[in-house]
């Protein structure tokens, strides 16, 4: 299994709190993405990274801000967290390339706003 | 931008049975392909991928995908079920060029009949 970490893996939180998951890898992949998934919906791109400090947007990045300084961890902030924002949030890691853009996921990370 | 459409929400097999779960996609030009898989309360795994040549795709578990250009499609199939298949199954498509992410279908829940 690829070396993915998120944390937490709960959380519970009320309208308009700033919350901050984690992702952390040990793989030293240059991707780094940021999904939720919704019933019906699959998973969505929120925001990815491809290097350190290189963040480009999803389709569905509002409400939402990441940041990366280092190669091992991406960080996904709701500034002011809304009951929308309940969702499963999966991390996801690629060496990237044309030719090895397979896509490794971590365990989620399950938030309910309250 | 690229689309993926699995028209099947649910679908319900007795153990034993052949299965094929049904992909279609939307992109400009070959794109990358993929299957992942989703146990309850778990992240995703890769079943098998599609990048180039032989368009018949062997992956883990006894699964196989075949690309049909023609079609615009990438079915999954398994010769027999067993009870542990039961999950929720995902096909995605990734672009060649530009950003390296993922677009997801919305899933097909696999139930499966002792």
């Known amino acids: 299994d690829a070396g993915i970490t998120q944390s937490p893996r709960h959380k519970v939180t009320e309208t308009g709190t700033p919350v901050t998951l984690r992702c952390h890898q040990t793989?030293?992949?240059?991707?780094m993405y940021w999904y939720r998934q919704d019933p019906g919906h699959g998973l969505r791109l929120i925001h990815y990274s491809y290097g350190v400090k290189d963040t480009d947007k999803g389709e569905v990045s509002d409400g939402y801000s990441v940041s990366r300084s280092k190669t091992e961890d991406f960080l996904l902030t709701l500034e002011s967290a809304t009951s929308s924002q309940t969702s499963v949030y999966f991390c996801a890691i690629s060496e990237g390339g044309p030719a090895t853009d397979t896509q490794y996921f971590g365990p989620g990370t399950r938030l309910t706003v309250l | 931008a690229q689309s993926v459409t699995q028209p099947d929400i649910h679908i319900t097999v007795s153990e034993g049975a052949s299965l094929e779960l049904r992909c279609n996609y939307s992109y400009g030009a070959t794109p990358y392909l993929f299957w992942y898989v989703q146990s309850p309360g778990q992240g995703l795994q890769l079943l098998l991928k599609y990048f180039s040549g032989d368009t018949l795709v062997q992956g883990i578990k006894g699964f196989e995908a075949e690309f049909k250009r023609s079609q615009s499609s990438f079915n999954l199939r398994k010769p027999s079920v067993h009870w542990s298949d039961a999950a929720e199954y995902f096909c995605a498509v990734g672009a060649r060029e530009g950003r390296r992410a993922l677009t997801f279908g919305s899933g097909t829940r696999l139930q499966v009949q002792p």
């Open positions: 793989e030293n992949h240059r991707y």
